[in-house]
């Protein structure tokens, strides 16, 4: 099984629709849980970290489930401009920053 | 102002050759790191520096050799470059090696081995 999993897609979706995006990681020791995007030919940039309790940015709302090691994003009202690979990022535990990212999920939003 | 900049872009070379990338951050960053991005696009770790420490170092051909001068720059060294070295390199920081730390991306280094 892979550290962390994603549906690749692509996703793709007209203009003002809603999309979510789901991830699943092996480590229950992982504390720490992101969502990073990566524009094409682009370096990966933080779109936000993921709480326990939920947290919401704009459009965006990411969910953490840690009893079945599952992650989401939301996004609301998508714009052209979401369109990008989305990456789950999970640390590996252990006190290290060791960041493990998912292969990503491309979304493109269409007018 | 580039927080992490890193050299070259692009590099193209022969299999066989020596070549070095070299990463800088200016944010002040503890923690350095070297990622690489193969042609299915996943994101791996290489190395973590921490203040000039190695910390992670993953599991990677000994042809590939970090060196951190001091906390703000830490370069890549690759010997005998093979056809499946090319990928694009990321070089990479954070505050501290804690938890959720964001970390802050150079924008690559396209290594193409011909």
């Known amino acids: 099984r892979k550290e962390v999993e994603q549906d690749p897609g692509p996703f793709n979706v007209p203009e003002g629709a809603t999309v979510a995006f789901n991830c699943t990681y092996s480590n229950s020791a992982s504390q720490s849980f992101f969502w990073y995007r990566q524009d094409c030919r682009k370096e990966p940039k933080l779109l936000m970290s993921?709480?326990?309790s939920g947290n919401e940015d704009g459009r965006f709302t990411a969910q953490l489930n840690r009893a079945s090691q599952y992650i989401s994003l939301l996004i609301r009202d998508s714009k052209l401009s979401d369109s990008a690979t989305y990456l789950c990022v999970v640390d590996q535990g252990g006190g290290y920053n060791k960041l493990i990212f998912g292969a990503g999920t491309r979304l493109a939003v269409h007018p | 102002d580039t927080a992490v900049s890193q050299t070259p872009k692009y590099l193209v070379t022969q299999m066989g050759n020596d070549k070095s990338i070299k990463c800088e951050q200016n944010?002040?960053?503890?923690?350095m790191y070297w990622y690489k991005q193969d042609s299915k696009k996943f994101l791996k770790i290489m190395f973590s520096?921490?203040?000039?420490?190695?910390?992670i170092n993953e599991t990677v051909p000994n042809r590939f050799s970090p060196k951190s001068p001091d906390k703000a720059h830490l370069n890549l060294h690759i010997n005998s470059l093979e056809l499946g070295d090319s990928a694009v390199y990321f070089c990479a920081s954070s505050q501290d090696e804690g938890m959720n730390t964001e970390a802050f991306f150079g924008q690559g280094t396209r290594l193409t081995v011909v």
């Open positions: 520096y921490n203040n000039k420490e190695l910390i």
């Open positions: 993921v709480y326990s």
């Open positions: 944010l002040g960053h503890d923690t």
